[in-house]
């Protein structure tokens, strides 16, 4: 375990003096450029139904790994392939219930009775980008400009109620009416460290024929943030 402990340290070492040192030796013209990210946003809702509304604090994770494939001896332009995993939040005063024989929505117009209401999704999800940047060897800050498609996989879609009243009723369950397959475009541009990060669904949150008192609930995530890259 000491040898073990000792190899990982070594390793983190190794991989913090390269990225610090941007002439270091150990990088050469096979360099990879920001295989790892990590992003944050807030997430819009898109063609809501009316009367919906958005409250709280919708907030998204996401994280993962990608394959740097250059594509011109320069390395300045690369295809990028991942895997990762993303946690997305939408709060609003649209209410669902489950039932015997489904699902039902409401909106919630009495506001001073919701504390909270939200949709939930956790994904795994397969990045596609078409990568340019001005790095090069010996040179670890750079802008960046990365614009692809992105698909996702619901494994855990939920939605959640806290009522204000004096009751506290709650409610959290499996939403079989969010959408398992969703997809949509990305863009991501920034210098170093701080970049931009935009996703925007191409289909919709719910499952078509998904409905609030008679209107199709056929919104979009728009996701907007900021995204980390390592290595």
Excluded: C
Aim: charged content about 20%; hydrophobic content about 35%.
């Amino acid at each position: 375990m000491k040898h073990f402990l000792f190899g990982v340290f070594s390793l983190l070492t190794l991989l913090a003096y390269s990225q610090v040192y941007p002439d270091s030796t150990l990088r050469d013209d096979k360099y990879l450029e920001d295989q790892f990210y990590i992003g944050l946003t807030y997430n819009f809702l898109v063609g809501m139904p009316e009367k919906v509304n958005q409250r709280n604090l919708s907030y998204g994770l996401q994280a993962g790994i990608i394959k740097d494939i250059p594509i011109n001896r320069s390395r300045t332009m690369a295809f990028g392939v991942g895997l990762g995993y993303g946690v997305y939040s939408y709060y609003s005063n649209l209410r669902a219930k489950e039932t015997p024989i489904g699902f039902e929505y409401t909106v919630i117009t009495d506001i001073d009775s919701l504390k909270r209401s939200k949709i939930e999704t956790h994904m795994l999800e397969m990045p596609f980008e078409f990568r340019w940047r001005n790095s090069n060897a010996t040179d670890y800050k750079f802008w960046r400009i990365y614009a692809g498609v992105k698909l996702g996989y619901v494994i855990g879609g939920r939605s959640k109620y806290i009522s204000n009243k004096t009751d506290k009723e709650r409610a959290s369950f499996y939403n079989g009416d969010i959408r398992r397959f969703q997809y949509g475009l990305t863009f991501n541009f920034g210098y170093n460290t701080f970049n931009l990060h935009a996703y925007y669904a191409l289909n919709h949150l719910f499952e078509d024929g998904t409905s609030v008192e008679g209107l199709d609930i056929a919104m979009k995530p728009l996701r907007i943030g900021l995204i980390f890259y390592i290595l």
